[in-house]
């Protein structure tokens, strides 16, 4: 079965979202963040918290990335690509149970 335009395969698919890297999108260089049960992004004003929430709309497929997303460098150039690594585990069990089969493959 294909997963959903909107990643609502996903939503069955049991997995935690443990790790992201995020490099050359929008302002941000390159940021690793380790995610735990519950996670809070804080941050002054202009410093990227959306730009996270973003990438992983992007990552998981809620939106279409655009030119726009790419990363603006201070000398002006834009960066050709952008990269957004997820790792992801099982939620409660030591193995992915069927859904996230379905949605990702073995």
Known sequence: QEPA????????????????????????????????NVTVILGE???????????LSVAFGERQATTADLQVRVDGSVAPTFVIDLELG???KSTFGHAAIDVFGK
């Open 5 to 36: 335009a909107n990643g609502s395969n996903l939503m069955n698919a049991e997995v935690l979202l443990l790790r992201t890297c995020i490099r050359r999108f929008r302002c941000i260089d390159a940021m690793v963040i380790d995610f735990g």
């Open 45 to 55: 004003n202009n410093v990227g918290k959306s730009a996270i929430l973003e990438a």
């Open 90 to 92: 099982p939620s409660s």
